[in-house]
C-alpha cells in the first residue's frame, strides 16, 4: 500500500515550535517533490513549502517570513517541515504530498490534480494558542 502520512502535530503556544514529520510507505521518495500544505479553519488549502528531492531545492510560501524549514532525513525516508515561532494564525491541518515538480504544488491552481501520492484526508492538526 503506497501512501504518505503527515505527523507530528498538537498543541502549542504562540511563539512555540514544532517539526512535522511526512513518512512514505510502499515507496522512497526517490526525485520527487514532496509539499507541504495546510488548510486553516474556514480557509481554503494552500501551499506552505516544497522540496525537490531531485537537487534539494527548496521553496517557501511568501507568508512564512523564514519562519519554517522543509528538509529530507533519507535514512529514515521522511520530508520533515520545522516550525518555529508559531502564531494562532498558522493553526491548520497540515498535509503533505508528493508531485513531480515543486512549480506545480505550489503555483498551479490544479495543483491538487497534479499529485503523485498523498491523501488530503490524512494531516496532521496544529494549534496554536495565543
Known amino acids: 500500500d503506497v501512501q504518505l502520512q503527515a505527523s507530528g502535530g498538537g498543541l502549542v503556544q504562540a511563539g512555540g515550535s514544532l517539526r512535522l514529520s511526512c513518512a512514505a510507505s510502499g515507496f522512497t521518495f526517490g526525485d520527487y517533490a514532496i509539499a507541504w500544505f495546510r488548510r486553516a479553519p474556514g480557509k481554503e488549502r494552500e501551499g506552505v513549502a516544497c522540496i525537490s528531492l531531485r537537487d534539494r531545492s527548496t521553496y517557501y510560501a511568501d507568508f512564512l517570513k523564514g519562519r519554517f524549514t522543509i528538509s529530507n532525513d533519507s535514512a529514515k525516508n521522511t520530508v520533515d517541515l520545522q516550525m518555529k515561532g508559531l502564531q494562532p494564525e498558522d493553526t491548520a491541518v497540515y498535509y503533505c504530498?508528493?508531485?513531480?515538480?515543486?512549480?506545480?504544488?505550489?503555483?498551479?491552481?490544479?495543483?491538487?490534480?497534479?499529485?503523485?501520492?498523498?491523501?488530503w484526508g490524512q494531516g496532521t492538526l496544529v494549534t496554536v494558542s495565543s
Open positions: 504530498a508528493a508531485f513531480y515538480l515543486c512549480s506545480v504544488a505550489l503555483y498551479y491552481r490544479d495543483y491538487s490534480a497534479h499529485v503523485i501520492f498523498g491523501s
